[in-house]
């Protein structure tokens, strides 16, 4: 079983370009989420989705933007990166009520 | 700022010792996740608890709810060398997830 798939694993950007995060879960879940993780603050959310067609802002969402294309794939966007935006990104997917969330591997960005 | 605290940020013990995690949050959760990471992969789920004062046992580790549903630990009996890993608490409200800053333990053989 596949699970969660994101895609790339590895990224390096220059300040300003910009990039999609891509992101695919084949377990039919509703829910799924963009996460980024640096050193010491443990997972903190960028967007979420709680079902096709919804989206809605987490804890640190100013750089980013985000597409639910489909139940399957919900995909990441930064505009015009920046050098705080170098981080470990994770999507993950849930079922309802207390299902634990499943992680992709992440995607490890480093802007310069 | 972070809506779950975890003590230790950092854990190195020998092998065969006790350890215990904590997990502290201000906030009421409907339930609590406990995650293990390994490097350069996604967390994976251990255990929910989601009754106040709930005690789940998981072979060598012990994982309790507290009983106003704000806090939660993490216990292992006789640490070994794979036990290590990041490890995250996770509060449940709703259809979001707060993490917690996570908790680096390494087990010296």
């Known amino acids: 079983n596949a699970g969660v798939t994101q895609t790339p694993k590895f990224q390096v950007l220059k300040t300003g370009q910009s990039m999609t995060l891509q992101c695919a879960q084949d377990m039919n879940h509703n829910s799924m989420y963009w996460y980024r993780q640096d050193p010491g603050m443990g997972l903190r959310l960028i967007y979420y989705?709680?079902?096709?067609?919804?989206?809605d802002k987490g804890e640190v969402p100013n750089g980013y933007n985000v597409s639910r294309l489909n139940k399957r794939e919900f995909s990441l966007r930064l505009e015009s990166a920046a050098p705080s935006q170098t981080s470990v990104y994770f999507c993950a997917s849930s079922d309802e009520g207390t299902s634990p969330l499943h992680f992709g591997n992440g995607t490890r960005l480093t802007v310069t | 700022t972070q809506l779950l605290e975890q003590s230790p940020q950092f854990l190195s013990i020998q092998e065969g010792e006790n350890l215990t995690v904590y997990c502290n949050s201000s906030?009421?959760?409907?339930?609590l996740q406990w995650y293990r990471q390994e490097p350069g992969e996604g967390p994976v789920l251990l255990v929910t608890?989601?009754?106040?004062?709930e005690v789940k046992k998981l072979k060598r580790l012990t994982f309790q709810f507290g009983d106003a549903r704000k806090d939660s630990s993490l216990h292992i009996t006789a640490a070994q060398p794979g036990d290590t890993g990041l490890y995250l608490c996770?509060?449940?409200?709703?259809?979001?997830?707060?993490f917690g800053t996570g908790t680096s333990l390494t087990v010296i053989p």
């Open positions: 996770a509060g449940v409200r709703g259809n979001q997830f707060y």
């Open positions: 608890v989601v009754t106040g004062g």
């Open positions: 906030s009421v959760f409907s339930s």
């Open positions: 989705s709680a079902s096709e067609g919804t989206t």
